[in-house]
């Protein structure tokens, strides 16, 4: 192939935003076919904003089978990506699914299931991965510089939502419409990045949700969850989407020193011995090894949905292992999901969790629901500074 | 009284500190007449050190009833805070304790009791009240600028200490000897200064303590603890003797923004519009309030033993309301207690705690202690940069 035939699934404005990139040709060896959406009227819209030679379909699978694209980028609600993404495998199309992976990890272990199955090259928008400071983090840990992970600390509260923002669309902030809230919604990328640059696999999770505090919602919007790896090393996860200003400061602590991103910058207080070797040594009161504070250069650039695209298609052109497979979905979702489930246990949960016990308990919130607010769906917002 | 005499009970590396300032004259209306501890050598040494005309006790009751002190500061072994103290105060004594206050609530709770029944002045060493830094912070949100506090987090990571540390006294890092680890001897002050500043009282907790990680020591030298307050905020403390060089980074969040204390310097993150009137009357979709970030000035300095031992001798001599009163010592030690005390028992803590319950849990831990370390008793350590 020398060049993939791409159709997005869901126009709204994510599928937007690929599409403007996409029609401009931001990425080697993809061209945009063909949109579907449940709306003729978003796929109107989408006509007359990014061609008249796109193909339109109402109905996914039909799309999937009109040999007018190779491959799929899936953009729709939450719920619908694993169902959307085994469809388009079946119909042997390489897929791209927008973050989170899917709602639950059961249904997620299902499409990965159907993705390995399939050969097709099945990647993730972790768009956050190409970020410069992240990927620099990871390398530093993977390298070892920062010796053993002792302790992850993420405080991400600057996911401020205002009571406007849930209300904007009738979906948003209900069990049913997207099968949580701050987690599902604002914090994929860091979830993903929490245990992608550091490596660590999770041991067990106790962790604390509130539900709809400060706000007019059902699903939680303040979280604090507390992780232990199975090396030993512990770790924090605090995200909200009442704060402001808000905090995006995460420190990795490690045998050989502490490295903090925080405002577009990463800090590496690097001990010229590693800790273990000092303590073994040292034999006075209060002493601790010598320690450089470093500013480790790194561009200041946003990771780009271009690059991951990008990414994808060289995947499937050139045969490239992905940044982001889409397989690697579930491990941020299963912190997700532990954080929820911990709350809804009160008690701690192990890693791998309990899936069916997790899928119950969101059915039940779905189920016994009796939250309705403000219709005041439709309206479009603004995206400009989301990821 | 114009001159407050002054005996000091326990002449270890505290009480010698607090001689050697008050010897040069270093705090009005006090003069130090005599010195208490159960070893003849450091009485010698201190009657070099500090004075001729010192009186010198082997038994502290011998001191109180001496008629050679009118006031007392007591600098023994933290188990031994509460029975000093209510043993002065019963001989007529005004008493200032080092902190802890002691090591379990339910001893303390005693202490406060005989205290108020005496009508004497009792205070306790959070020189850390006096710190600009924390004195700013408490003044800030005491008047209403932060608004109602909706999260607190305090990362305070930098107490390293090596095995040597810990090697110095067959005392450190027992239950016996220091009924704890951390938490006892290492954050009485943040443990003070986290409820003290924010004025939240906890409500429960649920805490989880490592014993002897990475040391070879019995008690806790690494925790995570999470708090849910009265008004509904939630909080989070973060503390280990592990990491090199660690962090001392405090954070509180409020209706107004948000305010970090770290580095020595305090920076405030500050709304034009209280966050609830904002999220009141917003209609878009992204929007925050407006936010200036204010460097408030405040002086670099550390908060001082002197000043409290003045502060002290100004409430005896003047009436003055005494800026740490002993009894509020309490306050940071159940807070210690219960972070112990979920662990052991793996549940939450409702607030106040159950102090028999920590009180049988920890004789537990004494009785059943098997842990032996190498006898290198008696290495006096240089404690100068600790608090």
Redesign the interface.
Known sequence: MERIRLGIVGMGNMGCGHADYLTKGAVKGVELTAVADQSREKLNQAVSRFGEHLKTFTDTEDMYRSGTVDGVLICTPHYDHPPEAIKALKYGLHVLIEKPAGVYTKQVREMNEAAAASGKVFGIMYNQRSNPLYAKLRELIVSGELGEV??T?W?I?NW??????YD?GGWRGTWAGEGGGVLINQDPHQLDLWQWTTGLKPKRM?A?C?FG???NIEVEN?V?A?V?YEN?A?G?F?T?T??????NRF?V?GER??I?VEDGKLTF?R?RQP??E???M????????E?WKIDIPVKQEEGQHRAITQDWADAILHGKPLLAPGEEGIHGLMLSNAMLLSTWINDWVDFPIDEDLFYEKLQERIRESTFRKPQTEG?T???S??H
Chains 1, 2 share one sequence.
């Not at 009442?242 to 905090?247: L, R």
């Not at 040292?282 to 090894?289: A, L, S």
């Open positions: 002792r302790r600390n405080i509260t401020y939502r205002s009571q406007s923002y904007s106790r604390f509130s505090k400060y706000r303040d604090t507390y232990e030993g512990t924090v605090v909200s009442f704060e402001s200003p808000g905090t420190e602590s020193g502490k903090v207080w001990l800790e273990t000092f303590n073994a040292y034999q006075g009161g209060f002493g601790q090894p320690c309206i917002l603004d995206v500074g989301t």
